[in-house]
């Protein structure tokens, strides 16, 4: 099965800044939306940053706002999501996987069944 990796994170303090990574080796990206997501223990994993296939389009939940950005360099075959000004509460495991369908408006569901390729993602903890 295809599978995107991640990687960046790690224990940070609060206010601190992290760049995650979300690179595939089996295939391209280039025609791929591409989702951040995050499951914090005992928590449903919940969509928080999608990115169009060029990079023309974000989105960014709210709790992220102004705090995390997403870019993405087809050339490298990787998004990033640059994470500033994290919180306690940004503590959780980050995933990205790859929209199954071109549609951006749907993949703007950020729905588990509308993604797919998910990595085993890279774990993110903010404290002192």
């Known amino acids: 099965q295809l599978q995107l990796v991640e990687s960046g994170g790690g224990l940070v303090q609060p206010g601190g800044s992290l760049r995650l990574s979300c690179r595939a080796s089996e295939f391209t990206l280039d025609y791929s939306h591409i989702a951040w997501f995050r499951q914090a223990p005992g928590k449903e994993r919940v969509g928080v940053s999608l990115i169009s296939s060029r990079g023309g389009e974000t989105y960014y939940a709210d709790s992220v706002t102004g705090r995390f950005t997403i870019s993405r360099d087809n050339g490298k075959n990787t998004v990033y999501l640059q994470m500033n000004d994290l919180k306690p509460e940004d503590s959780a495991t980050y995933f990205c996987?790859?929209?199954?369908?071109?549609?951006?408006?749907?993949?703007?569901?950020?729905?588990?069944?509308?993604?797919?390729?998910w990595g085993q993602g890279t774990q993110v903890t903010v404290g002192s």
């Open positions: 996987a790859a929209c199954r369908t071109v549609l951006y408006r749907t993949c703007l569901n950020l729905g588990d069944a509308e993604f797919g390729s």
